[in-house]
């Protein structure tokens, strides 16, 4: 018989988990933030709303992911966390940025007279999430998939989760923007 629990000593990681569904007045706050605050982020983060996607992800994404004929990002497994490629559906709302991106990052930012990728986003992102009246919008995951197009095991595939059923109860997220960020 062993005399104490050997696991006992051993570290717990916390895990802090949280939720937001915004509402369509909420949503439309935080683009109209976005849009006066850092315009440079609004089609990232209107992407961020539409399509379940990690931020490193897509921040690191070149033009050449994007396929205009079936109208889809494709990630390749060295820009994924997991290192398997994944697929993301390019809302109709957006194919036409994507279709007409001129830089050679999908999302990116114009300065100095040349394209640069968005690069670290979470000061901007905070400003535009305090601007818009939204609280703690920190550590959140997946996205909102506010029109119920991806069921469960789908969102857990388009954002490139190995197990989905980690993602069951993730619907109606935002994308995750959090204190794993590293300083600017």
């Given at each position: 018989m062993i005399a104490a629990?050997?696991?006992r000593s051993v570290r717990r990681e916390k895990e802090t988990l949280r939720w937001v569904n915004l509402t369509e007045m909420q949503e439309l706050q935080l683009l109209k933030a976005v849009s006066e605050e850092s315009p440079d982020l609004l089609w990232f983060v209107?992407?961020?709303?539409?399509?379940?996607?990690?931020r490193g992800e897509m921040l690191q994404a070149g033009r050449e992911c994007f396929d205009s004929f079936s109208n889809t990002i494709t990630l390749q497994g060295s820009l994924t966390k997991n290192g398997r490629p994944c697929t993301k559906p390019v809302p109709e709302s957006l194919v036409a940025y994507?279709?007409?991106n001129p830089s050679p990052w999908l999302f990116y930012r114009w300065e100095g007279?040349?394209?640069k990728p968005l690069g670290?986003?979470?000061k901007r992102w905070e400003r535009a999430v305090k601007a818009a009246g939204l609280d703690d919008l920190r550590d959140q995951h997946g996205s909102l998939d506010r029109h119920g197009r991806y069921p469960w095991t789908g969102h857990a595939e388009i954002l490139g989760a190995t197990s989905a059923s980690k993602w069951m109860n993730m619907h109606d997220t935002l994308p995750k923007f959090g204190s794993t960020a590293r300083k600017a």
């Open positions: 629990n050997p696991l209107a992407f961020a709303l539409e399509v379940p996607c990690r994507f279709r007409t007279g040349e394209y670290f986003v979470q």
